[in-house]
């Protein structure tokens, strides 16, 4: 070959490059991500999976959920409150204020300018980061980020919402049985929902009068309940399955996507 | 070459044809370089300048650091830690465990956990000479106005942080209260205990 050498030079240097972008500049970029601490706590994330939802991270990639749904939530943008934390000594004078102030959707320096007035009128306001996102209010409290994933391998990312978006799923259906029965008969709990059933992950037993029900048995909602004598009893597949969707949860602000919690006083 | 192709070459050039250098028109010059140029402002908006933890709809770190949250009492807390650490931690130790012979400790000491706080604010604010018993101990001290300088928020985060840290429960100070007693003790030469214990908790 005449150019032989050049020809090895250009496909080695467009190779290399391509290597560069793809491989070496995201785990430069990416690749030393580590546990970081929650805004404003002193609590850690994330948390390493516990041994059942790691098992069922396995479950979950080898059933192909993955094929219907992401693990991604998307945020278009963010938004300041302003939250009246006190109305001090002049409250007539601070409502008064508030009434003429618009306190929802503002940038960050609105925010400040809006608190900076309602202060001199002797208030004090917190202001609250809000994400906003067609996904938020249905999927998640704030966008999915590197961090999220720092324990799972493979990420089960997902490209295609056949079903929702499973990125939060905990903090939406945090009842154990209802993951259990929603992975037996879908439609048993979510009416028209056009997931398969999984039952091979499940083992329908004959109970005889005399003996107990075990006690892992799914307990149906009215009119699915399995025929009088017998019971649904999760096999360890589908209970690994259901801890690692329990462990699927988005709830921590942190740096690089904050948001003010909501506190819910118990 | 064989005939065919030997036949089909222009008749009077009297060689094989040959590409020549042929200008670029300046249209695509033109072209070429707008593109640069929207990309690179593209780049400027978009990129985050390659910071791992800039994600959209973020566009730079400093933005960012503009929507981080701040609850009232944690970043009152977080001030409150940053001004002990530089002013008063270096004698009464970031542990507030004090140093001996130097300055008593503050952790549990009976002068902070007190149910008000007007006793406490006059110590940083008018500074501290002669005897006092903290903790069961005796301490001859002669401590400068240290919380003078400081402005009424600080003051007020500082001795809130010492008030709730290192197992002290005691409440909060505000920034307004901070500015009444420092009204109040405006031009005081360095107290006593005998004239703390004059004055009303």
Redesign the interface.
Known sequence: MKNGFSVFLASFLALSLSWCGFVLGPAKQLGTQKQAAVLNSSDVYPIQRSGAAALGLQVYRANGCAACHTEQVRQDGVACEVVLASAGKKPTAVSNLLSTLKLAGLTKEEADAASDKISGAGGTVETHVVPVGVEIPRWGLRQSVAADYLYDTPVQLGSLRAGPDLANVAARFPDLNWQLVHLYAPQAVVKNSAMPPFRFLFEVRNIKPADTPSPDALKFPQGFAPPAGSEVVPTTEAKELAAYLLSLKVDAPLYEAPFTPVMTKP | MNDEAKSNCPANTGGEPVATNSPVPMAMVVLTLTLLFLGGVYFDHHSGW?N???????VSAEQ?D???????A??AAAQGKKVYETVCGICHGNDGMGKPAMAPPLAGSEWVITAGFHRLAQIPLNGLNGNLQVEGKDWNLNMAPMGAALSDADLAAVLTYIRTSWGNKAGAVSADDVKTIRAAAAGHPAISAAQLNSIPE
């Open positions: 390659f791992a933890r800039v994600y959209t709809p973020y960012l503009l929507y981080q949250p701040k609850s009232g944690a970043a």
